[in-house]
């Protein structure tokens, strides 16, 4: 299995008024696909939004790719990129075309590589039919994509994905899915409530209640959360 640079979260608790959202969580993984999944509240948002120092731990260590999301938020930001399950919420752009140019300001390119980088984008994402479109007149499928291209234009070295799918109808879960878990270089954390994108991944994380309760082979994780909560 072909390895990349390494997630490592070492006793890394998290408190947020007094209520504890993550609780002594220690792993080190390099797998390229990786699921997180358990129930709702169980610290699974909150793991993953330490990620790009969105959340930074209250107590233990957190390192990304050599970096640390509490110290170099902007630098690791630069190198993570985010995908909502709302991805109204990711659009800040008029049109298709300027939202996923919006990625690309204040990296030193030029006006022809921003271009040429958004038009090779969107047309690898079947968006550019839709380039001078009105961003929010897209479907909700069609947003989603626009999400990722506006993620992947930047060139990230790790891609976080919130629950993704879950806003959208089985035919655009499909369509997603298969975008982040066949198509993508990057390493990818993917939090899900689907058990079947989390089964196509390398490794599963299972949170509960606060707690990294197993991680593991994704199928024998996956039974054993179903057995649970049968």
Partial sequence: MTTHPHIAF?????????????????????????????????????????????????????????????????QLRRRVGFIFSNPDAQIVMPTVAEDVAFSLRGRGLSRPEIDERVSSTLEAYGLAIHAEAPAHSLSGGQKQLLALSAILVGKPDLVVADEPTALLDASNARRIGNHLLDELAQQLVLVTHDLRLAARCDIALRFEEGRLLEHGEPRDVIARYERDHA
């Fill in 10 to 74: 070492d006793a890394v608790s998290v408190e947020f008024a007094g209520r504890t959202a993550l609780r002594d969580v220690s792993v080190v993984l390099h797998q390229k696909r990786i699921a997180v999944i358990g129930s709702n509240g169980s610290g699974k948002s909150t793991f993953a939004r330490m990620l790009n120092g969105l959340v930074t731990p209250s107590s233990g260590e957190v390192r990304v790719h050599g970096l640390d999301p509490a110290r170099q938020g902007k």
